[in-house]
T-cell receptor
Framework: DTAVSQTPKYLVTQMGNDKSIKCEQN?????MYWYKQDSKKFLKIMFS???????INETVPNRFSPKSPDKAHLNLHINSLELGDSAVYFC?????????????FGDGTRLSIL | GNSVTQMEGPVTLSEEAFLTINCTYT??????LFWYVQYPGEGLQLLLK?????DKGSNKGFEATYRKETTSFHLEKGSVQVSDSAVYFC????????????FGKGTHLIIQP
């Protein structure tokens, strides 16, 4: 069984549209994350979510909003998509907020804006 | 703030060669250190980790030692295989978890038969 699963794997859409990416983890983890990987493979944290506490990277535009219906899910909503949003988005989860807890990653969602 | 610096790639080696990918970090406190690997078209997989100074993480023939005095966590493998071709990321977690991982820019490793 896949531990962290994201859907869709590929998302192609027009500029200005609103889209969502879903993430589910079956590891029983308390903390979930979203990362953005740009065209040069650089990974940067966007959000972390733990026990209803949301930590937002200050560089993330407010067009991006994470939503967590329950502990096993952290979905990413993006409004008014822009060309610069084209990237691969990774969801991850970890068993706690201690620094020795490794994060488990999904396979990524490749978002392409036309 | 936290930062991770790793050698830029691509790194091209022949099969059975010795591998070193350098990684140094800047962080407050006592971070945990990780190496992740990303195979083409896939997500990141944890390769190994070390949570305190002088710890050695190892997995699948890869090793890295947490060196606090040099703020380094270099990845090594004695004999690489074609199947090791991937992008390798050094990362740190400075604690609290809420800040997420801080990644290096990744090193693309290409192993030729």
């Amino acid at each position: 069984d896949t531990a962290v699963s994201q859907t869709p794997k590929y998302l192609v859409t027009q500029m200005g549209n609103d889209k969502s990416i879903k993430c589910e983890q079956n590891l029983g983890h308390d903390t979930m994350y979203w990362y953005k990987q740009d065209s040069k493979k650089f990974l940067k944290i966007m959000f972390s979510y733990n026990n209803k506490e949301l930590i937002i990277n200050e560089t993330v535009p407010n067009r991006f909003s994470p939503k967590s219906p329950d502990k096993a899910h952290l979905n990413l909503h993006i409004n008014s998509l822009e060309l610069g949003d084209s990237a691969v988005y990774f969801c991850a989860s970890s068993g706690g907020t201690g620094s020795n807890q490794p994060q488990h990653f999904g396979d990524g969602t490749r978002l392409s804006i036309l | 703030g936290n930062s991770v610096t790793q050698m830029e790639g691509p790194v091209t080696l022949s099969e059975e060669a010795f591998l070193t990918i350098n990684c140094t970090y800047t962080a407050t406190g006592y971070p945990s250190l990780f190496w992740y690997v990303q195979y083409p078209g896939e997500g990141l997989q944890l390769l190994l980790k070390a949570t305190k100074a002088d710890d050695k993480g190892s997995n699948k023939g890869f090793e890295a030692t947490y060196r606090k005095e040099t703020t380094s966590f270099h990845l090594e493998k004695g004999s690489v295989q074609v199947s090791d071709s991937a992008v390798y990321f050094c990362a740190l977690d400075s604690g609290g978890g809420a800040d997420g991982l801080t990644f290096g820019k990744g090193t693309h490793l290409i192993i030729q038969p």
